[in-house]
């Protein structure tokens, strides 16, 4: 972080990207599944956060649930679905030039490409540069993971209709025995709120057919 603080950036969020998976072979250390996604902001005059984020982006939480990229010859890919996200929250419908300094196997770039931005990307390894390109080139075969992602930026309900309602909005609600069905998106709304209710439990696991367990 010593760099950093020579700089005029600031950290905005600190981002856990929870790989999911782990190749530790010794038991020297817990198996280290996660690392960090620093998203900065160079303060302009007094705005020292820059713009708010739509509801539906903000509605995600900090921490970032993707499996590696297998799929790819290049050592240490992430998911498209990682540079979607950052695109497509901070964008959102605005367009801009997306730049990628370490780009790899040009995973932003696709991203970006598919989104409708510009992007410029910069390689110093001449293989990976043929690589990017020749994803760029067939980038209709991750237009699905891109949708796939972009489909959980929603907002289900508005705080005042979850109000309205009659639904949790935040404090503390009983358990019941009733359990509920949800689809992926709805999981993870409920997850967020779930998360910060302070009744000191584990917050529930994700079972496969998305029901919340009663604890
Ligand atoms: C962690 S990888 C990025 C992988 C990329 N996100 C992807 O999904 O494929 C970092 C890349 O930076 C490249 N790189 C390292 N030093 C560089 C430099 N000085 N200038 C440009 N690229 C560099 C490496 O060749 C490597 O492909």
Redesign the pocket.
Known sequence: MDWLRKTKWLIRQEITWDRMIAANIRGWRFWQIDERIYWLYKPKGNDLIGEELKSMHALLTSIWRFSP?RE?S???????E??VRVIYSIMDKKKGVVI?????????LVAAKILEHDFIG????DE?VK??QERLKNYEKEIKSVKEETAKHVVLKTFKERKEEGKFTGRYRPQTNNRKVMDSRQQEQEMTLFNYVENNKSPPRICKNFNIPKS
């Open positions: 990229e790819n290049h050592p240490a890919p992430f998911p498209v990682l540079p990628d300094p370490y780009c790899g196997s040009g995973t932003t910069i390689e110093i390894s990976y690589h990017a």
